[in-house]
C-alpha cells in the first residue's frame, strides 16, 4: 500500500472506531457486531505498525495497551487535588451546612449531592482536545503519571470532538473496577490457586501501577468523571460543569442531584444507603458540595480540604449469623486458607453464606468455636469477614478450633515457616490442587 493511500484508511478506521466506541459507551447502542469492531481495529493496528509516522496519539489502538512503563514519574498537580473532610453523623451535615449559610448569609445557597465511588483518584489533562496526561492523587500535590495504563480505559474520550473547548483543561475522576469484573478475576484466580483480590478498590489501584498496559486493558477498568478545572472557565456552578463534561463525551454519573435543604440532602443519603448496593461498583459515602463556583471561592479552604464540600460515609454493614464449618482452601503456593461456613444471612444486599477467616493467628485471635454466633461485616470489602464473636450466645461445652495439621487435599504434614502467619502443603509435586 502507497503511504498515501495508508493515511487515508488509518484516518477512516479511526474514524470510524472512534463512532462506535462512543455509540456503545456513550449511547448504548451497538452500531456493529464484536466480530466486525475487532477486524477494523485489528486492520487499523496492521496499518499503524507498518507506517508507525501516521500514528496519532488519540489513536484507538491506545485502548489495547502494549507500552511497557518501568519506572512511574512524579508530575506536579497544576491544581492540587485536596481531600474532603469525612463524617458519619448527619448531625455534623447539619453543622455544615450552618457553617456555610452562615458564612454566606443573605444569599441562596444550592448544594450539589454525588455517590462517593470507592475507586482510585485520577487527574486527566487534556490540551486542545487531546489526552494527553493522567496522574494518580499521590499526597495531593503530586502524583504518578499513569497516563499509558488510563489510555486503555474505553469510556475516557481520548481526543474531544466538541466546538469551543478549552486549549488547556482537567478532568477529575475516580477509576474503578466493576463488581462483575472483580467477581470474574476472582473466579479466575480461584481456578488456579491464586487467592482471591480483597476488594475493588485495591484492585484497580494496583491495575493501575502495572508496567505492562496490554495487561491492564484486559483488566477493563472504567472511570466516572466528576470535575472540571480550567483557567478563566465560563461555567459558574459544578452542575452545569457536570452537564457540559457529559455533553463532551465522559462518563459522567446521573445519580446527582441539586438540594436546597438540609432536608432534602438527609433524603438523598437515606435513599442511597441500600440503593447503592445495586450499582456496578463500590460505593462508601455521599459527597455534598456547594454548588456556585463563587460561593465556594467565598468560603475557601483549610490547609487540607475545602470549606464549600464534605463527605458523609455509610457505616459498614454488619450481620450476626451461626458458624457452622470450617473448610480449608489449598492455594497455588500451597498456602492453605481457612473459610467460614455460615448459616445464611443477608448483608449489604447480598446473601453470605462464607467468609474470609485469613489464617491461623485471626482464628485463634477470634477465639472461634463451632457453633458461635458471629459477626460479619463487607465495609469496603466484596468478600465478607468474620470481625468477631458474641459470647454471651455461645452454646455450651464448645472447644477452640484447632487448625488442621495435614493437606486436605494429599494428607502431606503441613509446615508453618517461622514469622509467617500461613501453613503450607509442602507437596508442590504431588498435591493435586497444587499441580491443577
Known amino acids: 500500500m502507497l503511504p498515501e493511500t495508508a493515511s487515508q484508511r488509518i484516518k477512516e478506521l479511526s474514524d470510524k472506531i472512534n463512532y462506535y466506541n462512543d455509540q456503545y459507551y456513550q449511547h448504548d447502542t451497538s452500531v456493529i457486531s464484536d466480530y466486525e469492531f475487532d477486524m477494523l481495529l485489528e486492520e487499523l493496528i496492521k496499518l499503524e505498525k507498518e507506517f508507525p509516522q501516521f500514528r496519532t496519539p488519540d489513536s484507538p489502538t491506545q485502548r489495547v495497551g502494549g507500552t511497557i512503563t518501568k519506572v512511574f514519574q512524579t508530575v506536579e498537580h497544576k491544581y492540587p487535588m485536596l481531600s474532603l473532610s469525612n463524617t458519619y453523623s448527619e448531625q455534623e451535615i447539619a453543622e ?11 444569599v441562596k445557597v444550592e448544594y450539589v449531592c454525588e455517590l462517593k465511588y470507592d475507586g482510585v ?7 486542545n482536545g487531546i489526552l494527553t496526561r493522567a496522574v494518580t492523587r499521590g499526597d495531593g500535590i503530586r502524583g504518578d503519571d499513569v497516563t499509558n495504563n488510563v489510555k486503555t480505559i474505553k469510556t475516557l474520550p481520548l481526543k474531544i470532538n466538541a466546538p469551543d473547548i478549552p486549549a488547556y483543561f482537567e478532568v477529575r475522576g475516580e477509576v474503578f473496577l466493576p463488581l462483575d469484573v ?33 495487561i491492564v486493558a484486559r483488566r477493563k477498568l472504567d472511570c466516572y468523571i466528576y470535575s472540571l478545572l480550567c483557567d478563566n472557565s ?23 442531584i441539586k438540594a436546597h435543604s438540609l432536608a432534602e440532602i438527609n433524603e438523598y443519603i437515606k435513599h442511597w444507603e441500600l440503593e447503592r448496593f445495586k450499582l456496578p461498583l463500590g460505593t462508601d459515602g455521599i459527597v455534598i458540595k456547594v454548588n456556585s463556583y463563587k460561593q465556594q471561592d467565598m468560603l475557601g479552604m483549610t490547609a487540607k480540604s475545602p470549606r464549600w464540600a464534605i463527605a458523609y460515609k455509610y457505616k459498614a454493614e454488619s450481620a450476626s449469623t451461626i458458624l457452622e464449618s470450617i473448610e480449608y482452601q489449598v492455594g497455588r503456593t500451597g498456602a ?14 447480598t446473601r453470605v453464606k462464607r467468609a474470609s477467616l485469613h489464617n491461623a493467628n485471626e482464628i485463634q485471635r477470634l477465639d472461634l468455636r463451632l457453633g458461635d454466633t458471629v459477626f460479619v461485616e463487607k465495609g469496603g470489602e466484596i468478600i465478607p469477614k468474620v470481625t468477631g464473636v458474641d459470647l454471651s450466645k455461645r452454646p455450651p461445652h464448645t472447644e477452640p478450633i484447632k487448625f488442621i495439621d495435614r493437606c486436605p ?17 509442602p507437596n508442590e509435586k504431588g498435591c493435586p ?3 491443577k
Not at 450552618?98 to 448569609?105: E, G, H, I, M, N
Not at 483518584?121 to 490540551?127: H, P
Not at 487435599?409 to 502443603?425: D, F, Q, T, W
Request: one cysteine or more; a neutral charge; aromatic letters at 6%.
Open 234 to 256: 465560563p461555567i459558574q456552578n459544578h452542575c452545569d460543569a457536570l452537564q457540559l463534561l457529559k455533553k463532551w463525551g465522559f462518563n459522567v454519573p446521573t445519580s446527582y
Open 121 to 127: 483518584a485520577i487527574s486527566v489533562v487534556y490540551e
Open 336 to 349: 492453605i486458607t481457612p473459610v467460614a461456613n455460615l448459616k445464611p444471612v443477608q448483608l449489604a444486599g
Open 433 to 435: 490442587v497444587q499441580i
Open 409 to 425: 487435599e494429599c494428607g502431606s504434614m503441613l509446615i508453618r515457616k517461622e514469622g509467617e502467619a500461613n501453613h503450607y502443603c
Open 182 to 214: 472483580f467477581e470474574k478475576i476472582n473466579k479466575e484466580r480461584e481456578d488456579i490457586g491464586e487467592p482471591p483480590l480483597a476488594n475493588p478498590r485495591n484492585a484497580a489501584s494496583g491495575t493501575l501501577k502495572m508496567q505492562d498496559s496490554s
Open 96 to 106: 455544615f451546612d450552618t457553617r456555610v449559610r452562615k458564612a454566606l448569609p443573605e
